[in-house]
């Protein structure tokens, strides 16, 4: 494992609170469905 992915796994948190005040664009809400759709399934079973 590299040292970025280790860091990436050391470094992350969940989110437990939300900033209601917080907007996304258009194009960042795209950007995250593009990149969520792209994320692979459990198992490999997406269509």
């Given amino acids: 494992m590299n ?4 860091a990436l796994i050391r470094t992350r ?4 609170y939300y900033k209601p005040d ?4 258009d194009a960042q809400i795209r950007d995250l469905i ?9 198992y490999h079973l997406q269509n």
């Fill in 22 to 25: 917080n907007t996304l664009s």
């Fill in 34 to 42: 593009d990149l969520a759709t792209r994320a692979p399934s459990a």
């Fill in 3 to 6: 040292n970025s992915t280790q």
């Fill in 13 to 16: 948190a969940s989110t437990r």
